[in-house]
């Protein structure tokens, strides 16, 4: 029986030889030794013979452990009977993802989009259009890649002056660095790259409110991985008003005066029998930038008060004050 089917093998291969009849022409190109090299973010695109080429391998690199996004499209030219798998396996083989068997036996097309966490490797993603031949077709891929880096949080203010802010948030282990960014102009611009974690923007502008936002990343193979952005909107301090001395009338009243400021929304006026304000009689919030006195009523004649008067910026909802004026002084009438 051996030398029946040995005889029957070298026939078939005279045969081959003598037609001229490549038989690999019949071997499904379907190996991962044949992979072609795919870089993150790049659309690859292919066609998938006729003559039984009937799978296309893309090999690729994960870093570090992290989100693979898979982008695929698959158009077959026999529309009667299509059929197309999209896979990834290790490099021993092993399929340990799939975005299954997809048949659009009127259109021949599809177009699919799966995401999966990958730990750090080699790995390899094919595409399979079949299963005989004249099922060829064209298809695109793209391979994109997001290495899982923690946002910052706590991200706020540690110091408040009029034209400089210190900003800090969490330090996130395992990091590289973080980029800090600023609104301008319509756009948010770097401040810096830094390994700290805190910065003082400086060159600002009392009373004003900026945009801020922060994210972390990691350096792998000398590109970088970028956390979400977390933001922050705070206004520097307003500019401390310039109190005018007080004046009193004969209804025992005590009129607090003051400079306008700009860039601010409003004021705070404070009553005091003591210069060093520990013990306060009143305060009182006056709305609008441009309100530059405040009456105060029912003081004790023959008495004497202290005034002081503080600017507020409110930013969603907070206020933020300036630094108190000088404190001025005044007998009551």
Not at 99 to 114: I, N, P, R, W
Not at 118 to 142: A, D, L, Q, W
Request: glycine share 8%.
């Amino acid at each position: 029986m051996k030398k029946i089917l040995s005889l029957l093998l070298s026939l078939v291969m005279l045969l081959s030889i003598t037609a001229g009849i490549d038989m690999t022409a019949y071997a499904e190109y379907d190996t991962i030794g044949t992979a072609k090299k795919a870089e993150f973010g790049i659309t690859y695109s292919g066609v998938i013979d006729d003559d039984w080429n009937k799978a296309d391998f893309y090999e690729f690199y994960v870093p570090e452990a992290g989100n693979v996004t898979f982008t695929a499209t698959l158009k077959n030219d026999n529309y009667s009977s299509y059929h197309g798998d999209f896979n990834i396996y290790d490099p021993s083989g092993t399929e340990i993802g799939s975005f299954g068997d997809y048949k659009k036996e009127a259109l021949g097309y599809v177009s699919v989009t799966k995401s999966m966490y990958m730990s750090k490797g080699t790995y390899y993603f094919r595409v399979y259009s079949g299963p005989y031949s004249n099922y060829g077709g064209e298809y695109t891929v793209k391979i994109d890649y997001k290495c899982n880096v923690a946002s910052p949080s706590s991200f706020k203010v540690a110091t408040r002056n009029t034209t400089s802010l210190k900003l800090k948030w969490n330090k996130i282990a395992g990091v590289s660095g973080y980029q800090l960014q600023r609104l301008s102009s319509g756009s948010y611009k770097t401040i810096t790259n830094t390994t700290s974690t805190s910065r003082t923007v400086k060159s600002l502008k009392a009373g004003l409110s900026y945009k801020f936002r922060v994210r972390a990343y990691k350096k792998i193979d000398g590109k970088k991985y970028y956390s979400s952005w977390t933001y922050l909107t705070t206004p520097t301090k307003p500019s401390k008003p310039t109190i005018k001395t007080p004046s009193t009338n004969k209804k025992h009243q005590i009129i607090a005066k003051w400079k306008k400021v700009s860039s601010c929304s409003g004021y705070q006026v404070q009553y005091s029998k003591k210069s060093n304000f520990k013990s306060v009689i009143a305060t009182k919030t006056v709305s609008g930038k441009s309100k530059t006195s405040y009456t105060g009523k029912n003081f004790t004649k023959g008495k004497k008060y202290y005034v002081r008067v503080r600017s507020y910026k409110t930013v969603n909802g907070k206020k933020y004050y300036s630094a108190w004026s000088s404190v001025k002084s005044i007998k009551c009438k």
